[in-house]
T-cell receptor, first 115, second 114 residues
């Protein structure tokens, strides 16, 4: 069975600075998807970024980028130029190609942004 | 992206009672899912809601406790039956247009059982 581990329960960053959130996963599959979701206090889960395992190029979305290391089974999220609105719980998630949209979530990292 | 509406957004219920949570998607979707997020915890998949057939439950979740309906491609309900304080959680509906597209989430239902 696949597992997702986020070893940082809480992180803090100064506004305009850069922060990296860690995620590791365990799987025996060669093809899969990885995601970062953001959950602000409103509870709405918001997709931040997606990475296909077969792609060597790291995904980027504006200020958000990932460092995907397939051999190490590592999938970290870098937030550049942090903004107050980035404060939220961040979840790393795994999706098997065979599992048709079933997501396995990590335990989350609570990010605080200091003004 | 699909817009998912959940009702109610929150409720406080007496133990032993049941609550039905509704999930409405603004477009037809192939996949619908129900997740539970216990206080301070991550999301755990309860079941996949299958249109026109019985839901597929994950290990640790059973139909008698969490009956699910999905009468069409845009709507699903989750019932939390015979509630106890341990059922106090956020319940989230998720949907995807197809197996290869991203899943989107509703805003969740915060349930407190007293």
């Amino acid at each position: 069975a696949q597992t997702v581990t986020q070893s940082q329960p809480e992180m803090s960053v100064q506004e305009a600075e850069t922060v990296t959130l860690s995620c590791t996963y365990d799987t025996s599959e060669s093809d899969y998807y990885l995601f970062w979701y953001k959950q602000p206090p409103s509870r709405q889960m918001i997709l931040v970024i997606r990475q296909e395992a077969y792609k060597q190029q790291n995904a980027t979305e504006n200020r958000f980028s990932v460092n995907f290391q397939k051999a190490a089974k590592s999938f970290s999220l870098k937030i550049s130029d942090s903004q107050l609105g980035d404060a939220a719980m961040y979840f790393c998630a795994y999706r098997s190609l065979a599992a048709t949209n079933k997501l396995i979530f990590g335990t989350g990292t609570l990010l605080a942004v200091q003004p | 992206s699909a817009v998912i509406s959940q009702k109610p957004s929150r409720d406080i219920c007496q133990r032993g009672t049941s609550l039905t949570i509704q999930c409405q998607v603004d477009s037809q979707v192939t996949m619908m899912f129900w997740y539970r997020q216990q206080p301070g915890q991550s999301l755990t998949l309860i079941a996949t809601a299958n249109q026109g057939s019985e839901a597929t439950y994950e290990s640790g979740f059973v139909i008698d406790k969490f009956p699910i309906s999905r009468p069409n491609l845009t709507f699903s309900t989750l019932t939390v039956s015979n509630m106890s304080p341990e059922d106090s959680s956020i319940y989230l509906c998720s949907a995807a247009a197809s197996p290869d597209t991203e899943a989107f989430f509703g805003q969740g239902t915060r349930l407190t059982v007293v």
